[in-house]
């Protein structure tokens, strides 16, 4: 039986979101389960992903269903809005 | 002595005589108050005569840039302006982008004080030192946006406008200023107290340079600042969608302003959200002076009333003149976003006004009779009516000009108990049932249910939004941080948006003006402009203090009845508890009354003697 691929990604945060991200928001290498989208790998990570609004991957905008693919470099987009 | 940043002086005209004067900008006030909002806090307090009446010749208005606005750097174009408001009797002010701050610089003033009342209908036209009064001719009674295009027909295209529209003239409560054709002053009806004066534009126009206090410094840093702003992850992402992108997000949280406030989630966002705005309306994007992020989206809209040219429109627009009044179409809301402007009504307090007025008359509180046709939620032509009335001060339209409070008032039933607002100033686009640091912050926020003091949402999700310990500490850290660049005279939304660091103002700061202030030291400014603006409306309105720090009963006694937030209040216990934790942190009485001791400390002692005379502070 052959073992799935492993899923590696990079990921940032944007602004003030990287304080509620372990080991903070600066970019970080991980290791996802395959066919795991971005909500499934931030819950895994025990985030609260009602913290981000969506998701920049390799520069095209993404839900946060999108499935994460290896080698996807994924920016996690927080609202710090509010004028 | 001339600091690097400031222009040395401040204009003062007397519209009643036309007269104007012009005094130097003091040391202590550059000192203890930085500029812009600082100087609008210390002028008002100053100037106007305890308990004048907001329309009066007493009362004034405060326009101030900022030491940093129109230098070179990032987000350099912002104006505070304020005045006693006619909306709250309290402290009010508004901020405003585009490119009439830095002019007022150019022109070689930091701040311009206006008092009195005009014979007849003018403008204030200032270039340089010569300040006239004009009659206002034929843009009496135009549209904002009309008005300015005539007026730089009259004057050049390189003066910089600010006017009022008919809502400013007939003296609504929430008549904004505005300027560069779809910025706004929309808060706390400034326009109003513009209109009552006669004063329907101030034109501006210079040619100085800004002294800079280290020239070479600052510009190195100020182009360093820029590749930062345009190097940013968040730049792509979030400049072609600007403030209308957390749409859904803010409706995923469930705390979007939907059919007045009575739910928090809106079923058609998907038709108004982001990605509605870039796809099916937006032309290009439109930003301030010295923007790397510019925010506006300029647009155009067809709907079945007709098509429209609108800058916008943003998020506060979005969500009150969107799901507040139930339009799922993102063409309706540039629509209505468009009669507002041309109207100058502030979008945020007239889509207040729309959801009240249409839930009261679907609550049977107001008749087709008394109204002149029939509410209803989702209706373009409703909502359209609604404004033009309330512009014209016309039937139902005379009632809600006044803002919901008093309309509720008037209106009777329980419909005060979903007339959303605190101080009598109209709630902006965050419900916040499930929000308790939002909560508190809406409920202190010195000027009325304004989000920008401190929006403080994505703390209340990060943290637990079921629970209320730190919730008022980060209001308060957020209420010094976030106002401070209205002081400076700059956007926030560099850093709030992409996450921009705040060193950099931290550094420009001393670099630009000479002035050797941390950012401890700013904050500290910050905290005494917060605590003399809370005096102000002490000594301004009797009584005041916690009483006028609650949410609209809606928020306290019924539960969200639908959607992500389902059940969620904040009860009155709850609230109390927010208010005794913030005002303990604040230093301030359990009535809400900035304590001595505080008071002494942050150099604001001079407001005991006012505030004891009325009673606030026992000897
Ligand atoms: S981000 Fe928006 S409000 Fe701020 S300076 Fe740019 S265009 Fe103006």
Redesign the pocket.
């Known amino acids: 039986m052959s073992h799935p691929e492993p899923v590696r990604i990079t990921v940032t945060c944007m602004g003030h979101s990287g304080c509620y991200f372990p080991g903070g928001g600066e970019t970080q290498v991980f290791e996802c389960v395959p066919g795991e989208t971005i909500e499934m790998f931030l819950e895994r990570l025990g985030v609260n992903t009602d913290l981000f609004m969506y998701a920049v991957v390799g520069g095209e905008k993404r839900e946060l269903s999108h499935v994460l693919r290896d080698g996807d470099d994924v920016l996690l987009v927080s609202p710090l809005m509010g004028g | 002595m001339t600091l690097g940043g400031y222009m040395g002086k401040i204009l003062h005209v007397d519209l009643t005589t036309g007269e104007s004067l012009t005094v130097p900008t003091g040391e202590d006030l550059i000192r203890d108050y930085v500029g812009g909002r600082g100087f609008v806090a210390k002028l008002l307090w100053d100037l106007v005569p305890p308990g004048t009446e907001p329309f009066s010749e007493d009362n004034i208005v405060v326009i101030a840039p900022g030491p940093l606005t129109g230098v070179y750097m990032p ?1 350099s ?2 104006v505070h302006m304020g005045t006693k408001s006619p909306a709250t009797g309290c402290y009010g002010d508004s901020n405003m ?2 490119h009439f701050s830095p002019e007022i610089k150019y022109a070689g003033y930091d701040a311009i004080v206006i008092k009195g009342k005009a014979p007849e209908p003018s403008i204030l036209v200032i270039d340089e030192d010569s300040v006239r009064l004009e009659g206002a001719g034929d843009v009496w009674g135009a549209g904002a946006i009309t008005a300015e295009k005539r007026l730089k027909e009259r004057l050049g295209e390189d003066f910089q406008i600010a006017v009022i529209g008919p809502a400013g003239e007939n003296l609504v409560k929430y008549a904004c200023i505005s300027h560069d054709f779809g910025r706004q002053a929309g808060r706390t009806g400034i326009g109003a107290v513009w209109g009552w004066k006669n004063l329907k534009a101030v034109c501006v126009r210079g040619s100085r340079s800004i002294p800079i206090a280290k020239p070479r410094e600052a510009f190195d840093k100020a182009k360093e600042m820029y590749a930062t702003c345009y190097g940013k992850p968040g730049f792509k992402a979030w400049t072609p969608y ?1 403030t209308a992108e957390v749409v859904n997000w803010v409706n995923k949280v469930g705390a979007f302003p939907t059919r007045n406030f009575s739910e928090t989630y809106f079923e058609g966002h998907e038709g108004i959200n982001g990605q509605a705005l870039v796809d099916r309306v937006k032309l290009i994007d ?11 989206k300029y647009s155009k809209a067809k709907t079945s009333l007709g098509e429209v040219r609108v800058e916008g429109p943003e998020y506060e627009t979005i969500a009150l003149l969107g799901g507040n009044v139930a339009l799922s179409q993102i063409e309706e809301v540039a629509y209505a976003n468009a009669v507002a402007d041309e109207l100058g009504l502030d979008t945020i307090s007239g889509g207040n006004a729309a959801g009240f007025a249409i839930e009261c008359f679907k609550k049977g509180l107001l008749t087709e009779e008394q109204v002149g046709r029939v509410l209803d939620w989702g209706d373009l032509a409703s909502v359209v009516y609604l404004l033009e009335k309330i512009a014209k001060r016309e039937g139902i339209g005379d009632i809600l000009a006044d803002g919901v409070k008093a309309a509720s008032e008037r209106i009777g039933g329980d419909s005060e108990r979903f007339a959303i607002q605190v101080k009598g100033l109209e709630w902006s686009g965050y419900e916040a049932r499930w929000a308790p640091s939002m909560m508190i912050s809406y409920m202190t926020c010195d000027v009325g249910a304004h989000h920008n003091r401190s929006w403080a949402i994505t703390h209340d999700v990060a943290t637990g939004r079921d629970n209320l310990e730190g919730k008022s500490e980060k209001a308060i850290e957020l209420q010094h941080i976030r106002p401070l660049f209205d002081a400076l005279g700059l ?1 926030r ?2 850093w709030v ?1 992409i996450g921009f660091e705040l060193e950099n103002y931290a550094e420009v700061f001393p670099l630009v003006t000479g002035i050797e202030a941390r950012w401890e030291d700013l904050l500290r400014v910050s905290e005494r402009i917060w605590n003399l603006t809370r005096a102000f409306s002490a000594r301004e309105v009797d009584g005041f203090g916690r009483l006028w720090d609650y949410p609209p009963r809606r928020f306290m006694e019924e539960p969200v009845p639908s959607g992500p937030a389902e059940g969620k209040v904040l009860t009155r216990e709850q609230c109390d508890h927010l208010l005794d934790d913030y005002y303990d942190r604040r230093g301030w009485t359990r009535e809400g009354i900035p304590g001595e001791d505080k008071l002494e400390e942050l150099g604001l002692g001079f407001v005991i003697p006012e505030l004891t005379r009325r009673g606030y502070i026992l000897k």
């Open positions: 987000g174009g912002k982008g585009g600007g439109k930003g301030c002076f010295g923007c790397p992020t510019p925010c506006g956007c939304l560099q948006e």
